[in-house]
Every structure is written in C-alpha cells, then in structure tokens.
C-alpha cells in the first residue's frame, strides 16, 4: 500500500490545519490507519488511530477535543482535522495502515506495515 499524506504548513498558535492520507494504488478499505507525529529529537509518537474493525478512534490524550480522525471512502481518504494548534503540535506528521491491527496494538507505530512520506506541521508566531 502507498500511502501519500499532505495538508501540512505552517500556522499561528490557535489555527486549523486538516491532513489528508490517502492511497494512489489500493482502496484503504480493510485498512486501520494511524496517525503518528515526530518533533526533532523526539521519537516518533501515536496521535490517532481509525480501526477498520468498527470504526472505532482513539487519539491520545493531548490532542483530545482538538484533533478528529474521519474517513472518506468515496475518496479513499482519511483526513486529521487538527483545532486549536499550539506550537508543541510541530512536527512531521506520518499517515500509517495495517489491515491486521489488533486492538492492543493501536498506538504502537511498529505494528503499522504501510507507511507515508509525512508531511510537515509548523506551528509559530
């Protein structure tokens, strides 16, 4: 599965951004996709998950009541809508897929097989 992740930029604290993730040569249907972010000398981190199983999402708890992870089938998309952005949100933002995520697993980024290229969110005054 390739997956291409886009929407970064650059923005004021405070400020909107929403990722989109899709896949140029597959449909992600079957896929649980995952949203994971990575600051300069940080290890990468778990931001979002979407199961496919149920369709259930989870997201960790700093991004709670900001960030909401949705689905396009139509457009064979998920998107990240990401509120209130603060500058502790900078980092590289990766779209991540497994179509045998198990449950225990979701925030784990070593259990995603497919992964994209990132995409870069600058969060500044």
């Known amino acids: 599965v390739q997956l291409q992740a886009s929407g970064g930029g650059l923005v004021q604290p405070g400020d909107s951004l929403r990722l989109s993730c899709t896949s140029s040569?597959?449909?992600?249907?079957?896929?649980?996709i995952g949203w994971f972010r990575q600051a300069p000398g940080k290890e990468r981190e778990f931001v979002a998950a979407?199961?496919?199983?149920?369709?259930?999402?989870y997201y960790r708890d700093s991004v709670k009541g900001r960030f909401t992870i949705s689905r396009d089938n139509a457009k064979n998309t998920i998107y990240l809508q990401m509120n209130s952005l603060s500058p502790e949100d900078t980092a590289i933002y990766y779209c991540?897929?497994?179509?045998?995520?198990?449950?225990?697993?979701?925030?784990?980024?070593?259990?995603?097989?497919?992964w994209g290229q990132g995409t870069q969110v600058t969060v500044s005054s």
């Open positions: 040569d597959r449909t992600l249907s079957g896929y649980s």
């Open positions: 991540a897929a497994d179509s045998r995520l198990i449950l225990s697993e979701t925030r784990n980024a070593r259990a995603y097989d497919f």
């Open positions: 979407w199961r496919w199983n149920g369709g259930y999402t």
